[in-house]
């Protein structure tokens, strides 16, 4: 047996429980691994409310999670690559909450040793997401991008993917995390009324494309405003308001596969050059997963929260 934070119903964050189940045994092409860390996200509320059930099926009892780092316990037929006792970090449709975790090896990466568990259980979504977002608008060196809630754990990351890649970046979030920002190389604006004239004043030059990571309202016909184009725009998180507004959404579930190794490399790139940031904005133990999903909820973070396991 093994503990795992699981939820038997849809609901709250009181549904999440610390429980025994079953040590998972690996199979084709899946490793186990002894969980370290595992990184807390917006799905996890989503997959724990219901609200993505017609989407992703969930079998009760669930274990949510969906970044993990850790050590390779065992590894299940057909893997190459990875063996016991190597150190790994990577993502996963669920089961990171827990001391022992099932991940497709296409999905692993080995850590670097001066890659610490919880930074290294931060990393895999959100470069991930930053990949495909970078990818799927096509943002190319020279040109301006709008960042919407730039300063959490996708929106850290994706300002450093996107500094590499040569593209200049403007990011909306409160004051308080205005110098966090200029140190990674954006402009920073403050969202709210009066949030276009803002934008055109940091970007004299115009915004070429535009990505919402927040989900707030309003922001997105004002970016097709700035950047001339719905087709231009890209959201993350707000389904209907893309609907509404005929503006492109990708959660992640769809085509996620081809980004993950071209995101971790990207990430270990920026780790070996020393430039890498990773900030994280509370370490809960695993036993107190449901005050870290409270505290995600309630917004305005600034990088990832996560779980430690050991």
Known sequence: ??????????????????????????????????????????????????????????????????????????????????APGDEVFGSMMGGAYAEHA????????????????????????????????????????????????????????????????????????????????????????????????????AAPGGVDRALDAAGRGGVLPLSIELTGSADRVLTIADFAGAQEHGVRFNGGVEGVEPYHRRAYAAALALHEAGTLRLPLHRVFPLAEAAEAQRVSEAGHLRGKIVLTVR
Request: charged share 20%; hydrophobic share 45%.
């Open 102 to 201: 099932l991940v497709d090896a296409a999905a692993l990466a080995h850590k670097p040793a001066g890659l610490g568990w919880e930074e290294a259980a931060a990393l895999p979504t959100a470069a991930e997401t930053s990949e495909r977002a970078l990818d799927l608008l096509g943002a190319r060196s020279g040109e301006t991008l709008l960042v919407h809630g730039a300063a959490g754990g996708v929106g850290t990351l994706l300002l450093q993917f996107a500094r590499a890649r040569g593209i200049s970046v403007v990011g909306t979030a409160s004051e308080a995390n205005h110098d966090y920002l200029r140190e990674l190389g954006a402009i920073p604006v403050t969202y709210g009324e009066g949030l276009a004239e803002r934008v055109r004043a």
């Open 1 to 82: 047996m093994t503990k795992a934070i699981t939820f038997s119903e849809f609901g709250g964050t009181d549904v999440l429980r610390l429980t025994d189940i079953e040590l998972p045994a690996p199979g084709p092409g899946q490793v186990r691994v002894a969980v370290r860390a595992a990184g807390v996200n917006p799905v996890d509320r989503r997959l724990r409310t219901g609200e993505l059930a017609g989407l992703i099926p969930v079998v009760f009892p669930y274990v949510p999670g969906v970044e993990v780092s850790g050590v390779v316990e065992a590894v299940g037929a057909g893997v190459s690559g990875f």
